[in-house]
Structures are given as structure tokens and as C-alpha cells.
Nanobody, 122 residues
Framework: QVNLVESGGGSVQAGGSLRLSCAVS????????MGWYRRAPGKQRELVAA???????DYADQMRGRFTISRDNAKNTVYLLMNSLKPEDSAVYYC????????????????WGKGTLVTVSL
């Protein structure tokens, strides 16, 4: 069984920073990408950023320039550094792992974490 464990969520004031981490419990051949998604209250889950083992990344437009995704392949861990946080960034952030194509789009079987809450206040 593959488990994803997120950490690093919390409360921060607008303009502040947080770094999220997601560790995959096992190294398996069916994973070549990891990513972060978020769901704000009353909204659909949306892509934040994703990264492949070769380093290729994809970002949602509204996060580009403020958020940075990175990974440590040896540790099966992905990170999300969030800077200049805004109240509208408040959401539950979920980690996803699976296979992705050349455009860093996931396909096929994937795995999800339980989420970590980020709250940004004025």
C-alpha cells in the first residue's frame, strides 16, 4: 500500500510563507510525478503545481512566481514553498503521486494524501 503524508500546513498572515512537504511511503515504478492540489471551501479541487522525476514542472497561472515546487527523489518527497500568501490561498492542500505525461498531466492510477490545511488571514 502506498501512503502519502503531507505536513507543513498551518495559519499565516497575508504576505507570509509556508512550506508544505509530502512523503511517499514507498518507491514504486508507477510513480514519475508528484503534485499539489487544493480545495477551498465551496470550490472545486484545482491544480497548484506538479513535478516529474526529470524536473519538469507545471504550475497553475495564479501560483506561478509565488509558489515553487521541488522534490527529493531519494527521499520520495515533494515540497511546495508558498510565498506572498493571500487569503484566497486558504484551502486544504492535497498531495498527489502517479504517472504523468510530457506535459506533467497525470493519467492512470494515482495516489492521494489526506490533505493539510492552510489558512491565510489579513
Amino acid at each position: 500500500q502506498v501512503n502519502l503524508v503531507e505536513s507543513g500546513g498551518g495559519s499565516v498572515q497575508a504576505g507570509g510563507s509556508l512550506r508544505l512537504s509530502c512523503a511517499v511511503s514507498a518507491s514504486i515504478s508507477s510513480i514519475n510525478a508528484m503534485g499539489w492540489y487544493r480545495r477551498a471551501p465551496g470550490k472545486q479541487r484545482e491544480l497548484v503545481a506538479a513535478i516529474k522525476t526529470d524536473g519538469m514542472t507545471d504550475y497553475a497561472d495564479q501560483m506561478r512566481g509565488r509558489f515553487t515546487i521541488s522534490r527529493d527523489n531519494a527521499k520520495n518527497t515533494v515540497y511546495l514553498l508558498m510565498n506572498s500568501l493571500k487569503p484566497e490561498d486558504s484551502a486544504v492542500y492535497y498531495c498527489r503521486a502517479g504517472m504523468a505525461d510530457g506535459g506533467v498531466r497525470f493519467y492512470g492510477m494515482d495516489y492521494w494524501g489526506k490533505g493539510t490545511l492552510v489558512t491565510v488571514s489579513l
